[in-house]
T-cell receptor, first 114, second 109 residues
Framework: DVKVTQSSRYLVKRTGEKVFLECVQDMDHENMFWYRQDPGLGLRLIYFSYDVKMKEKGDIPEGYSVSREKKERFSLILESASTNQTSMYLC????WGTGNYEQYFGPGTRLTVT | DAKTTQPTSMDCAEGRAANLPCNHS???????VYWYRQIHSQGPQYIIHGLKNNETNEMASLIITEDRKSSTLILPHATLRDTAVYYCIVRGSARQLTFGSGTQLTVLP
């Protein structure tokens, strides 16, 4: 089974702190994604990466950065956390392909910024 | 990628078939239809996908109309554990998936 793991299920941080959310996948997938999910707004794509050291902005990249130094690991960084970044953060991975493009999701990290 | 339209919510009796519709009238020839679901407090889970033909797997069946402008996800014998938000997504060559609001399916005992 493909496994996508995220470093924490629940996280509480203070405003202004630097926050790292880690995601690891064990299936050698090229593509990795970070989403946030808020009530009434659905899943919104923050950043994605299609290769090591490559990254692309999604729909809402402001206030976030990412790092992909190894193929299996994709990190989301909140340089200076703010209360409006309180959300559920979901990581996903998928192999590259135009047909069977099943995205595998991690369990999510519920981040609260106080 | 084409946009999709789904009902906001649906109910289904336990043990009956759940039929979830999706409209994607602007779909183009190389775009696939994907279905995912998200059970409360969990990450989304892939269910099934298709291009033109109907598809079936151990979880569900996907019926795509001949003109490909709409599709229906069928859960043949819904259980309480199928209560979730179901997302219909159309994807062509883009690397990312665009999730809409989905349909909240509630399976009633």
């Amino acid at each position: 089974d493909v496994k996508v793991t995220q470093s924490s299920r629940y996280l509480v941080k203070r405003t202004g702190e630097k926050v790292f959310l880690e995601c690891v996948q064990d299936m050698d997938h090229e593509n990795m994604f970070w989403y946030r999910q808020d009530p009434g707004l659905g899943l919104r794509l923050i950043y994605f990466s299609y290769d090591v050291k490559m990254k692309e902005k999604g729909d809402i990249p402001e206030g976030y950065s990412v790092s992909r130094e190894k193929k299996e690991r994709f990190s989301l960084i909140l340089e200076s956390a703010s209360t409006n970044q309180t959300s559920m953060y979901l990581c996903a991975s998928t192999p590259w392909g135009t047909g069977n493009y099943e995205q595998y999701f991690g369990p999510g990290t519920r981040l609260t910024v106080t | 990628d084409a946009k999709t339209t789904q009902p906001t919510s649906m109910d289904c009796a336990e043990g009956r078939a759940a039929n979830l519709p999706c409209n994607h009238s602007t779909i183009s020839g190389n775009e696939y239809v994907y279905w995912y679901r998200q059970i409360h407090s969990q990450g989304p889970q892939y269910i099934i996908h298709g291009l033109k033909n109907n598809e079936t797997n151990e979880m569900a069946s996907l019926i795509i109309t001949e003109d490909r402008k709409s599709s229906t996800l069928i859960l043949p014998h819904a259980t309480l554990r199928d209560t979730a938000v179901y997302y219909c997504i159309v994807r062509g060559s883009a690397r990312q998936l665009t999730f809409g609001s989905g349909t909240q399916l509630t399976v009633l005992p």
